[in-house]
Nanobody, 124 residues
Framework: QVQLVESGGGLVQAGGSLRLSCAAS????????MGWFRQAPGKEREFVAA????????YHAEYVKGRFTISRDNAKNTVYLQMNSLKPEDTAVYYC?????????????????WGQGTQVTVSS
């Protein structure tokens, strides 16, 4: 069992930056591929970024590419999402998730464990 806890969300003005963290407990994260998803009010959950267990491979959704960067520190059992040039449309609850596997995954159904989410609000 893996427990995931996100942090780092908050209120920021458009153009600003935030760094989200996802800390794991229960098992070492180095066994898992990790992903970030988000869900805005009234919308379905959508994929944001994913990273392989080693960190060698990453994938970012087109709408965040060049602005967001996923990374991980397996020694700290933590995954990060650096978010720059934030836009009001980035406002959502952000969730991290863990999947058993060696690649990276873009579908929510491929993930086995989820955090409780952290709110990101970008004001215009």
């Amino acid at each position: 069992q893996v427990q995931l806890v996100e942090s780092g969300g908050g209120l920021v003005q458009a153009g600003g930056s935030l760094r989200l963290s996802c800390a794991a407990s229960g098992r070492t994260l180095s066994r898992y591929a990790m992903g970030w998803f988000r869900q805005a009010p009234g919308k379905e959950r959508e994929f944001v970024a994913a990273i392989s267990w080693s960190g060698a491979s990453t994938y970012h959704a087109e709408y965040v590419k060049g602005r967001f960067t996923i990374s991980r520190d397996n020694a700290k059992n933590t995954v990060y999402l650096q978010m720059n040039s934030l836009k009001p449309e980035d406002t959502a609850v952000y969730y991290c998730a863990a999947a058993e596997g060696s690649g990276y995954y873009t579908e929510g159904g491929e993930y086995d464990y989820w955090g409780q989410g952290t709110q990101v609000t970008v004001s215009s």
